[in-house]
């Protein structure tokens, strides 16, 4: 697959708990949604689902690199200033701010944590 961003291709990182795909130029990560919903729930976070978030129509985002369709632009947090883009198709996420220089698995998996706590936090 190539990132939705630089279209070089992603790099597979897992482990016996988790599979994500990175990429190497812009650092941005594609992740499965049952994937980051397992992540949300053992650092007990709800699921996706119940994080709330607005899409955001206007923006472009790319294109799923598992699908090939557009990507859509979701808003949370404070002021709506945490995002990620996901695929309406087969549910993919991807999370291109907020994981600059997290380069072990286990730390990209805290960096996901803390943008999901961030996301979820809909504080003025």
């Known amino acids: 697959m190539d990132c939705p961003k630089c279209a070089v291709e992603l ?17 941005g990560v594609w992740i499965d949604v049952a994937e980051l919903n397992r992540v949300l729930l053992r650092h007990n976070l709800p699921g996706l689902e119940k994080l709330g978030g ?5 923006e472009l985002a790319g294109q799923c690199p598992q699908c ?7 808003e949370g947090g404070p ?6 883009d996901t695929c309406e198709s087969c549910g993919g996420i991807w999370l291109g701010q907020g994981l600059d220089g997290e380069e072990s698995l286990a730390a990209m998996v805290d960096g996901i944590v803390v943008f999901f706590k961030k996301f979820g936090s809909m504080a003025a």
Request: charged share 35%; with cysteine; proline share 3%.
């Open 68 to 74: 090939q369709v557009d990507l859509v632009v979701i």
């Open 79 to 84: 002021r709506r200033s945490q995002r990620y």
């Open 54 to 58: 607005k899409p955001n129509i206007e």
């Open 11 to 27: 790099e597979q990182q897992d482990d016996d708990h988790i599979a994500l795909q990175r990429c190497g130029q812009c650092r």
